[in-house]
Nanobody, 124 residues
Framework: VQLQASGGGLVQAGGHLRISCAAS????????MAWFRQAPGRDHEFVSS???????RYADSVKGRFAVSRDNAKNTLYLQMNSLESDDTAVYYC???????????????????WGQGTLVTVSS
């Protein structure tokens, strides 16, 4: 499984951005897909996930502002980020795992496959 994240960039606080994760095979429709982020000097933080059934989870810090979606035909995962804040500045990673994730807030160790990350910088 190969994952390729893209779409990061510089955006002003209050702005919006959509990042993408292109996957190999039929990963997006069959796997649990997730977005994590890592801010400078901090550990990986769960952002959002969607499993094979369409069940979606969000971290409390992004609820109401971010929206995860997938295009099975394009085998691509998206993260629409609105009302961006300076605390959203981070490298965003997409991840995939063939099995479901039981815990309510997935951890980095729950996922086997990772993309290379895309940098999102929010200027205040």
């Amino acid at each position: 499984v190969q994952l390729q994240a893209s779409g990061g960039g510089l955006v002003q606080a209050g702005g919006h951005l959509r990042i993408s994760c292109a996957a190999s095979r039929r990963t997006v429709r069959s796997y649990t897909m997730a977005w994590f982020r890592q801010a400078p000097g901090r550990d990986h933080e769960f952002v959002s996930s969607v499993d094979w059934s369409g069940s979606i989870r969000y971290a409390d810090s992004v609820k109401g502002r971010f929206a995860v979606s997938r295009d099975n035909a394009k085998n691509t995962l998206y993260l629409q980020m609105n009302s961006l804040e300076s605390d959203d500045t981070a490298v965003y990673y997409c991840a995939a795992q063939f099995t479901g994730i039981r815990r309510s807030e997935p951890k980095r160790s729950d996922f086997t496959y990772w993309g290379q990350g895309t940098l999102v910088t929010v200027s205040s």
